[in-house]
């Protein structure tokens, strides 16, 4: 996994920026009932995406979630207050205290038996009748039919922690039912056949470490596509909203 203590300093810029935060976020809220309430964004990450999910619902009290110190200190700056340094797999948070909670771009980067916990932990603070809004697919959002494509057809891959089914039942397990989808552009992540090369050779394919043989080889294939520098279609993120059923009225006697 990357080191994000590292990573901080340039993640904005290296993933979209603020184009892509705010077609996230818009994605996103179109998957939150509107309302007042408490919105929990989990692994917030530098809080780009939350302070537009803030600023987008003055009514909702947003709060972010981020286990990495350098993301958490660029999270306060954006959202002074209301971000706190916590482990998504045991949220410092009582159960049922949120009307929504959001994880983007964290459930692929889990080890299998994590991504249970996470979503069972975004459950447990969820309350009756809440959303739970995801990420799903990550990896297989950059797959956009493109000559990249093509020669990474044949690269090893693991089993994607994030797949839809996979949390579709997780969030089943935890009492969760499905309830809406979604997607949204990753503007400007269209990858080149020159930055896969860069991700390649510094180890973001991860069953590709850097200096391997077979690495690059896959880098060689791509040193000979055109238009080195050019950008192929940017990849489309995948969302999934669940729901916690609202507690059954109390019988009459």
Excluded at 15 to 38: H, N, S, T
Excluded at 158 to 170: E, F, I, K, L, Y
């Amino acid at each position: 996994m990357l080191d994000y203590d590292k990573e901080a300093g340039d993640y904005d810029t290296s993933r979209g920026g603020e184009a892509r935060a705010q077609e996230a976020a818009r994605a996103v809220l179109g998957l939150i009932p509107g309302g007042p309430g408490r919105l929990l964004d989990v692994a917030c990450g530098t809080g780009i995406v939350t302070r537009r999910l803030a600023a987008a619902r003055p009514e909702l009290r947003v709060t972010g979630a981020d286990l990495t110190p350098a993301m958490v200190r660029r999270a306060s700056a954006r959202l002074p207050g209301a971000i706190v340094r916590a482990d998504s797999r045991r949220l410092p948070f009582p159960d049922g205290a949120f009307d929504a909670v959001t994880s983007i771009w964290l459930l692929h980067l889990l080890d299998p038996e994590d991504v249970g916990a996470v979503v069972g932990e975004c459950a447990r603070v969820l309350r009756p009748g809440g959303v739970y809004v995801t990420t799903v697919d990550k990896a297989a959002a950059h797959d956009v039919g493109s000559d990249i494509d093509t020669v990474l057809a044949a690269r090893p891959r693991r089993p994607a922690a994030d797949a839809a089914g996979t949390v579709t039942a997780h969030a089943a397990r935890h009492g969760l039912g499905p309830v809406g989808h979604g997607s949204f552009r990753g503007s400007g992540q269209g990858r080149s056949p020159r930055t896969t090369i860069a991700d390649l050779r510094r180890g973001w394919f991860t069953l590709l470490p850097p200096g391997e043989p077979r690495t690059e080889e896959f880098a060689a294939r791509l040193a000979g596509l055109p238009d080195q520098g050019r950008p192929r279609p940017d990849p489309r993120f995948s969302l999934r909203a669940f729901r916690r059923p609202a507690q059954a009225p109390a019988r009459t006697p």
